[in-house]
């Protein structure tokens, strides 16, 4: 351990070298919290009537597609452990928690034809147990666990789920939407639909690239647009909550200031970005988009776009369905405009038409697509408000992986200096930022990277049975940046 001394000496020296540092303070209403995912952390997979669902299914193949070989089965164990998890956030002081609740624990089977009380229950306490201590719950419903039944049928490429994901959100509003302001209906739609459905990069591992995630996408955006009118008329004027998406992008500097890198940067920005948030909004998929795989997919001999078009009708229903805008924003990448553009390859990837590439001299984490580039953050917050307009935005996620070997995790600690000075740089700019995210809460299950990277500002125990969370450096330094609304993590920023 360090000692507070050395403690605040590393502290004014970071802020004194990186001369960049805002010290004005955060507004007072200003939303702070931190995130987690049901299968990356509650365990308890097939206890009290939970279903199976596409991670249950995907981590107990035999051989394991996880590079640690191991599942989510007991993970975290919040499961059990929730009230030790609401112990550690009240100690952070946060305002809210962002968390995801399981379909399958939920309902079962996938579909509403039966309801799991017990299910229900676990949820109500967690969110009594943050009502107690005065944390507002953030509530993802799905955050990439879809129930194995549905995806036995084709999952998000087939359109059926798009009510059966309504029947779902029906049933959390009704059970649980007294006690809720902020939905999101889905975290990181790109990751389901890109990772899981066009790549093998995120569970169900389907690999029909430049096809499936646009179908995916397609009822992705059609599932959250008839949840929100769903809320709208029934829900809202008595729960008064709001609903919106958690869309993940990372940023897009253009590697010269040609017209041609210019462009491929803000195609890439609206082929990661736009494709969900622009027919949410403005209505419709990006033109860029629109136009690039309608020629690809002629030029490659197929009969009509490889990306799904809406009808006038859907995109009057979709358009304007975000209250508020989740972003997780992790990371930035150079994009250039590509001289190959490789016809004869069929992905959302290649359709993009950009090439990308991280600079050597941007910190490294222990995930591979992973550096520190801080100022990617307040350019993304500016260029949604200059597309979008002034929506309301909180940051869902933003964070750091180390590989667990120590708890004082200067990195992190660094990271969140620099991501939130880029925030309020953002805010000052005026762009409507009320909240920021740290991902994660504690250590957990990495997806196909099992435990091998820790995201957590607590770190937890998966050698021991009762998975013992233990505070990293970095949460005295975040429940500091909270009481004091100030990124210095004291109380000498400028009001
Ligand atoms: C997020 N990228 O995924 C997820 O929402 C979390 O569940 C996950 O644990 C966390 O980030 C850390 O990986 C992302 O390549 C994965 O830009 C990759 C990217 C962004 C988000």
Not at 245 to 268: C, G, H, K, Q, Y
Not at 441 to 459: I, K, V
């Amino acid at each position: 351990m360090i000692t507070k001394e050395v403690w605040l000496i590393c502290i004014m020296l970071s802020t004194s070298l990186a001369t960049t540092i805002n010290v004005s303070r955060f507004p007072k209403d200003f939303m702070f919290g931190t995130a987690t995912a049901s299968y990356q952390v509650e365990g308890g997979w097939n206890e009290d009537g939970k279903g199976e669902n596409i991670w249950d299914e995907v981590t107990h193949r035999v051989p394991s597609p996880i590079v640690d070989n191991s599942t989510g089965d007991v993970a975290c164990d919040s499961y059990h452990k929730y009230k030790e998890d609401v112990a550690m956030l009240k100690h952070l002081r946060v305002n809210h928690y962002r968390f995801s609740l399981s379909w399958s624990r939920i309902l079962p089977t996938g579909f509403n034809n039966k309801i799991n009380p017990i299910g229900i229950a676990y949820y109500k306490n967690l969110i009594k147990e943050l009502r107690d201590n005065n944390i507002e719950p953030l509530v993802t419903i799905f955050h990439w666990d879809t129930p194995q039944p549905l995806e036995n049928l084709g999952g998000w490429t087939n359109e059926l789920i798009i009510d059966r994901f309504v029947d779902y959100a029906k049933v959390v509003f009704e059970n649980f939407g007294d006690d809720i302001t902020y939905w999101l209906t889905f975290n990181e739609p790109r990751q389901t639909c890109s990772q899981g459905y066009g790549s093998k990069q995120k569970a169900p591992l389907v690999d029909s690239p430049g096809i499936g995630e646009y179908l995916c996408a397609h009822n992705v955006l059609k599932a959250h647009a008839k949840a929100w009118h769903l809320y709208d008329e029934k829900f809202r004027n008595v729960q008064k909550g709001k609903v919106g998406m958690a869309i993940d992008t990372a940023w897009f500097e253009p590697d010269t200031n040609s017209t041609e890198d210019v462009d491929a940067a803000e195609r890439l920005q609206q082929f990661n970005h736009g494709w969900y948030a622009r027919p949410l909004t403005i209505g419709d998929y990006p033109e860029q988009m629109k136009k690039v795989i309608a020629e690809r997919s002629a030029l490659q001999g197929f009969s009509q776009s490889r990306l799904p078009q809406f009808t006038q009708d859907e995109i009057k229903y979709l358009k304007d369905t975000l209250d508020y805008l989740g972003l997780n924003y992790y990371t930035t990448n150079m994009a250039l405009d590509a001289d190959d553009k490789r016809i004869d390859v069929i992905s959302y990837d290649a359709d993009a038409e950009v090439n990308t590439y991280q600079k050597d001299e941007w910190p490294k984490s222990s995930s591979s697509w992973l550096r520190v580039v801080p100022w990617g953050l307040r350019k993304t917050l500016n260029w949604i408000k200059n597309t979008y307009g002034d929506i309301p935005i909180i940051i869902t996620e933003n964070g750091i992986s180390e590989d667990g070997s120590s708890l004082e995790d200067e990195t992190r600690v660094n990271y969140y200096q620099q991501h939130l000075s880029s925030v309020k740089d953002a805010i000052d700019d005026g762009v409507n930022v009320f909240g920021f995210t740290a991902w994660s809460l504690m250590d957990n299950f990495e997806w196909l990277r099992g435990y091998t990277e820790h995201f957590g500002l607590y770190h937890v125990d998966f050698a021991s049975p009762d998975r013992t969370r233990t505070p990293k450096e970095s949460v005295e330094y975040f429940k500091n940046v909270i009481q004091y609304g100030c990124v210095l993590g004291n109380s000498t920023c400028d009001n």
